[in-house]
Nanobody, 117 residues
Framework: QVQLVESGGGLVQAGGSLRLSCTAS????????MGWYRQRSGEQRTLVAS?????????TVYVPSLKDRFTIARDAPRKIHLQMTNPLPEDTADYFC?????????WGQGAQVTVFS
C-alpha cells in the first residue's frame, strides 16, 4: 500500500516563500506521476503542477497561471517538492499530494497553507 507523507505547510507572508514536500513509500516503481493539487475553501480540488518520472526522465506540467511562481521538482525517486515563490493570499488552500502509476492513485492527507498580507 502506497503512503504519502506531506510536510512544509503553514503560515507564510505574501511575497515570501514556502516549500511543500511529499514522499511516497510502500512502492519502488520507477515510472509514476506525482503532483500537487489544491482546494480552496468552498471550491473543488484543482491541479497546481505535476511531475512524471519515467526511469529518471522527468517532465513537468503546470497550471499556466501559477507557473511563474510555483516550481515542482524531484528530489529523489518518489520524493518531490513544490516551491512557492511570492505566494499571494489567494494561494491560501489545502494542498494535496498525489501519486499515480496509472493503475492506482493515492492522495496525501493535505497540507494547509495560509498566505497573509
Amino acid at each position: 500500500q502506497v503512503q504519502l507523507v506531506e510536510s512544509g505547510g503553514g503560515l507564510v507572508q505574501a511575497g515570501g516563500s514556502l516549500r511543500l514536500s511529499c514522499t511516497a513509500s510502500g512502492t519502488d516503481t520507477d515510472t509514476y506521476v506525482m503532483g500537487w493539487y489544491r482546494q480552496r475553501s468552498g471550491e473543488q480540488r484543482t491541479l497546481v503542477a505535476s511531475l512524471t518520472d519515467d526511469w529518471g526522465e522527468v517532465s513537468t506540467v503546470y497550471v499556466p497561471s501559477l507557473k511563474d511562481r510555483f516550481t515542482i521538482a524531484r528530489d529523489a525517486p518518489r520524493k518531490i517538492h513544490l516551491q512557492m515563490t511570492n505566494p499571494l493570499p489567494e494561494d491560501t488552500a489545502d494542498y494535496f499530494c498525489l501519486f499515480t502509476t496509472g493503475h492506482s492513485t493515492y492522495w496525501g492527507q493535505g497540507a494547509q497553507v495560509t498566505v497573509f498580507s
